[in-house]
């Protein structure tokens, strides 16, 4: 069955220092990954995504996650956290992308502190 | 990016009444739109799949006399909340896919719903 795990319940970063958040998935075929972030009162907003090709993958905000097949994970990362990047991030897995070709599966998600 | 939006954002209501909740694509169309719900420091869990012009597909042990979910339009989706009780108190969010080449999903603000 597909699932996606996030060890990492509540992380807490200085403003400034690098980020790295986990996620390993479960998929039996080739997966589509995503990292939603959602702050308090907003929707879910995609970061970035994972279809083929280069593993290493550039999103908005200054994210990136790299595909690591062998490892089944998909970190996100970021060099040099903001106090704004506070929130709730959840990798998600896909079956396909969007449309009829399926729905996501989410992992618990990481709540993202920043100290001044 | 494409907008996603739901109404009501709040809703509290009287255990036994029924509890609409409006998804709406603002600026594209989706012939299909996935309903979710996530409980307090949990993963987002898919409930049903709306198909516009046809009965939603829902999820194991999702009630589906329970949530009734009709896709009225190309760009409109309700989820109604039967009949609700205190244990279906909970954060709704829906999302839509975009077709073509990003194919991507986006998320709606979500809903909170509290039974009394």
């Known amino acids: 069955a597909q699932s996606v795990t996030q060890p990492d319940i509540h992380i807490t970063v200085s403003e400034g220092a690098s980020l790295e958040l986990r996620c390993n998935y479960s998929?039996?075929?080739?997966?589509?990954l995503f990292w939603y972030v959602q702050s308090p009162g907003q929707g879910l907003q995609l970061l970035l995504k994972y279809f083929s090709g280069d593993t290493l993958v550039q999103g908005i905000k200054g994210f990136e996650a790299e595909f690591k097949r062998s490892q089944s994970s998909f970190n996100l990362r970021k060099p040099s956290v903001h106090w704004s990047d506070a929130a709730e991030y959840f990798c998600?897995?896909?079956?396909?992308?969007?449309?009829?070709?399926?729905?996501?599966?989410f992992g618990k998600g990481t709540k993202l502190s920043v100290k001044p | 990016g494409a907008v996603v939006s739901q109404h009501p954002s709040r809703v509290i209501c009287k255990s036994g009444t029924s509890v609409k909740i409006e998804c709406r694509s603002l600026d594209f169309q989706a012939t299909t739109m996935f309903w979710y719900r996530q409980f307090p420091k949990q993963s987002l869990m898919l409930m049903a799949t709306s198909n516009e012009g046809s009965k939603a597909t829902y999820e194991q042990g999702v009630e589906k006399d329970k949530f009734l979910i009709n896709h009225a339009s190309l760009t409109l989706s309700t989820l109604t909340v039967t009949s609700a009780h205190p244990e279906d108190s909970s954060f709704y969010i829906c999302s839509a896919p975009t077709s073509g080449r990003s194919d991507t999903q986006y998320f709606g603000p979500g809903t909170r719903l509290t039974v009394l």
């Open positions: 998600a897995v896909g079956a396909g992308y969007g449309g009829s070709q399926g729905n996501l599966i």
């Open positions: 998929y039996g075929a080739t997966p589509y």
